[in-house]
């Protein structure tokens, strides 16, 4: 269905209405009524209820809704303007979705069985209608809604869900609890209240958009502010003191909405009583929006624009091109971007040679967990293109999956980029929409951060709604309208000295930021900044490690040395050391520790191909007090390789010939032990690649399975709904059967009901008293029927009327002396077609002897 022109929108300075959406499937119709029955009918919000319905069968929801609420309820056919007090219902085989201050239908883009029409109008509510949108999931089957309601909570909505045993299908309600974006879990009927409650209350706007300045929030709230802010700080060991306070306030007035407080001093002591408030107020500051392939603009800018010049400036020694994903939140854009990447460079053959390593960082633990398992919901196909969604993913337990060739390029770590060391010699730093959350005088510090963080000529991305700000020296536009920068050459030194070499309290690090972010700025302390330009240009280069190898500080450019390894990251020197160098460094390092003294390696060989040896000092500190117990590890390169062999050539003259043999010996026997491992590699390769073809074949069956799974799960879903509004049809009925039948015998009037074929269809209780009918007898032909009347042409007038469709009155007599007026009339039905005729007898007998009486009179 297309969407119609538009109406006038309203004026810019009216205040939008709030818009709950009410999402349901299978089950939910009885959970429906039972929310509108308990909504107020001046709510002042508007209602809009979506639901899986089959798009082949008339929608009765608007009717059966009706009943249970005094407000209007409306089926939407086209776009209309939304009003408040109003119930707007989804038509079948469309898609409702808010546009300004309109309602719009639109054909489903998704073929039928993956239809997600609850996630499709959420999201539209959070885009549009941000604090003022509330999404409400009852009950019903898969996990449509679940995304939907993460983009509403992520833009400061408010969120339900059906308490999961009192819904007749809870998958749909379960799932979304169990992804932490449901902020009440209540019953159907507990819901209304609680909404208005909430919409109502103040705290929910923000202070923003009442119009009170940032300063005045600071001003009335700072003491609450800082005692709150100081118990997540010991809960969570992250401090969130640079944060904006409209951010904070407005995030904690939800927390304070949802449970009924009406103060910061109530709700500090609620965190003080109850600890795991802490964990959900700090994760509802952490929410990430983020989606894959978000922005397309940006996307499709990175891929002709961008990274083809960032791939062809890098030399044919340096194939590696080095990613940060700063804020990454669970993994869409990092994935998005490894896949544009594997785009790129099969499209240029002369990039075929470049590897990606992407390390992508975020400070919610719960996000990195889910990234790392690279599963995500089948909702994520209204924003991955079908032919990337079969390239780059395979169908896995109701989702997808990320392909292992996708998920190798990608190192996620919970990283503090406020507190921890950044990411260095980077050739992309992403950073979209993390940096609107942070004071202004934090945002500059990270800017000339990244600056320090990438190389010269590097990208750096940011969101939409961010800049570069007065750091304009340090990056220059390449497309302004995508927030996509280039780094200046200038600023490193400043950049260098923004980089702490410990952690330091934030609020210290706030203070000393006005001296350092603008390029321009002669710094206070110069000494300590061309201290840090001596380091830089003369120190070797060098890390400090614990007694577990644990790297604790880098100093210098330690890329040649070390290296990050695959998989989930880890920080140790015996993960990150070369393969030439990490079995002598990792004895010497032990060595080291049990001596308490420095231990010298010389003319290490990196790799093979290296003509430049490395000589390594191991050394354990014992001053001052603070390293006690550390280690420094410092490289510096030595002799090349041709010089150093010559020398150990030299020397091995006089090596005794028994070492010489038993040397020659032991390289033969690591040359059999090749040869076998060879072998047995061969041999598991050939059956590792009979496994993949199995596999394969299996993985093609699974999908083709999941796909019918899939098609079977919505069409249940679609014929649970029917079925549902048909029970409720036949329960209006069944009651609708009931009222006549009880009107029929209040009115002691004997009635027979005949069909066309003039067989008995009903009769009333007091037909006994002049035919002997029983309910067996239903379907009995008139003719066959035994009776007190003296009425031997009753069949015959019964087809006259219905020949004639002419009604006939006459007053009978029966055997036993008691007398009827019969009429026999013609039964039609709402359309007005003749299906059969009714016969009523009314008791005369009390007249007709009344008439005798005065006839003898």
Not at 171 to 190: E, L, Q, S, T
Request: with cysteine; charged share 20%.
């Amino acid at each position: 269905m297309s969407e119609p022109p538009l109406a006038e929108s309203p004026p810019a300075t009216a205040a939008p209405i709030g818009i709950v959406g009410i999402g349901a499937s299978a089950g939910g119709l009885a959970a429906m009524e039972q929310f509108l029955a308990q909504v107020p009918p001046a709510s002042g919000l508007a209602y809009v209820v979506v639901q899986h319905l089959d798009p082949t069968h008339k929608g009765m929801l608007s009717e059966l809704l009706q009943r249970c609420t005094a407000m209007p309820v409306r089926e939407v056919q086209s776009a209309q303007d939304i009003q408040p007090n109003v119930v707007y219902v989804i038509a079948p085989n469309a898609e409702l979705r808010v546009s300004g201050n309109h309602l719009c239908p639109a054909l489903p883009t998704q073929p039928r069985g993956r239809r997600l029409p609850v996630d499709v109008l959420f999201s539209s509510m959070a885009r549009e209608r941000g604090a003022r949108a509330v999404g409400v999931v009852l009950s019903g089957m898969g996990e449509d809604g679940t995304l939907g309601l993460q983009a509403i909570k992520s833009q400061g909505g408010l969120t339900l869900a059906q308490q999961p045993d009192s819904a007749q299908f809870d998958a749909m309600p379960r799932n979304a609890i169990a992804a932490g974006c449901v902020d009440i879990v209540a019953v159907p009927g507990d819901m209304p209240a609680r909404i208005v409650a909430l919409t109502r209350a103040p705290p929910l706007a923000g202070p923003a958009e009442a119009g009170v300045s940032e300063e005045a929030v600071a001003a009335a709230d700072a003491a609450p502010l800082a005692t709150i802010l100081a118990l997540v700080q010991e809960h969570t060991r992250h401090d969130l003191t640079l944060y904006k306070s409209n951010t904070l306030l407005r995030r904690i007035a939800r927390r304070m909405a949802v449970h009924g407080l009406a103060s910061m001093v109530a709700y500090e002591g609620f965190l003080r009583q109850n600890p795991q408030e802490i964990d959900l107020l700090f994760n509802e500051v952490l929410i990430g929006v983020t989606a894959f392939f978000r922005d397309p603009q940006v996307w499709q800018e990175l891929t002709d624009a961008v990274l083809p010049p960032l791939l062809a400036q890098r030399g044919a020694d340096d194939r590696q091109l080095r990613v940060w994903v700063a804020g990454c939140s669970t993994g869409e854009e990092a994935y998005s971007l490894a896949m544009v990447f594997a785009e790129v460079i099969e499209s240029r053959p002369e990039f075929s040679d470049f590897t990606l390593q992407i390390f992508a960082t975020d400070l919610s633990a719960d996000a990195i967990a889910f990234a790392r398992a690279g599963q995500y919901p089948a909702a994520i196909a209204h924003d991955v293109p079908p032919q990337r969604l079969a390239r780059f993913f395979t169908q896995h337990a109701g989702g997808y999956l990320i392909s292992p060739r996708i998920r190798e390029t990608v190192l996620f770590a919970q990283h503090d980029v406020i507190l921890d060391p950044p990411f260095t010699r980077l050739d992309l730093l992403s950073c979209r929409n993390l940096m609107i959350y942070f004071s202004a005088p934090l945002q500059h510090r990270l800017v000339a951060l990244f600056h320090y963080s990438l190389r010269p000529g590097g990208v750096l991305l940011l969101g939409e709604s961010e800049t570069v700000g007065r750091s304009q020296a340090l990056f220059t536009p390449l497309h302004p309208k995508s927030r996509i920068y280039s780094r200046n050459l200038r600023g490193g030194v400043i950049g260098a000295a923004l980089f702490p070499t410990h952690r330091r309290p934030v609020a210290k690090m706030a203070a000393q930021e006005t001296s350092l972010i603008h390029p321009y700025t002669l710094p206070v302390n110069l000494q300590s900044l061309a201290d840090q330009v001596v380091l830089q240009l003369f120190s070797p280069a060098a890390v400090l490690v614990n007694e577990s190898g644990d790297i604790v500080y880098i100093n210098g450019r330690t890329g040649r040395y070390l290296e990050p390894a695959a998989g989930k990251a880890n920080w140790n020197i015996h993960v990150m050391a070369r393969p030439g160098i990490r079995a002598q460094l990792s004895v010497a390092l032990r060595s080291a520790l049990q001596a308490r003294s420095p231990v010298e390696l010389q003319g290490l060989k990196i790799d093979d191909e290296d003509t430049v040896l490395v000589d390594i000092t191991v050394r354990p500190l014992a001053h001052p007090r603070a390293l006690e117990g550390m280690v420094m590890i410092a490289f510096r390169d030595a002799l090349p390789a041709q010089t150093a062999r010559s020398r150990r050539a030299r020397a091995a003259q006089g090596v005794d010939a028994a070492v010489s043999e038993e040397l020659i010996r032991s390289r033969e026997e690591i040359r059999a032990l090749r040869q076998e491992m060879l072998a047995s590699q061969e041999e598991l390769q050939a059956a590792n690649e009979e496994l993949q073809s199995t596999n394969e074949e299996l993985q093609s069956a699974n999908e083709e399975l999941t796909t019918a799974k899939e098609e079977a799960q919505s069409m249940n879903e679609e014929l649970q709904t029917i079925n549902g509004e048909l029970q409720a049809k036949l329960d209006d009925l069944a009651l609708a059967q009931s009222d006549m039948q009880n009107l029929l015998n209040s009115t002691d009037i004997a009635t027979l009901f005949l069909d066309n074929e003039l067989n008995v269809r009903r009769f009333t209780e007091q037909i006994t008293r002049v035919i002997h009918l029983r309910e067996g007898d239903v379907g009995r032909p008139l003719s066959e029927l035994a009776s007190t009347l003296i009425y031997p042409e009753l069949y015959a007038d019964v087809k006259e009327t219905l020949r004639t469709l002419a009604f006939t009155e006459k007053q009978i007599a029966t055997t036993d002396g008691q007398w009827f007026s019969v009429r026999i009339m013609p039964y039609r039905t709402l359309s007005n077609v003749i299906q059969g005729a009714v016969i009523t007898f009314v008791d005369i007998t009390t007249a007709k002897a009344l008439e005798s009486r005065l006839r003898k009179e």
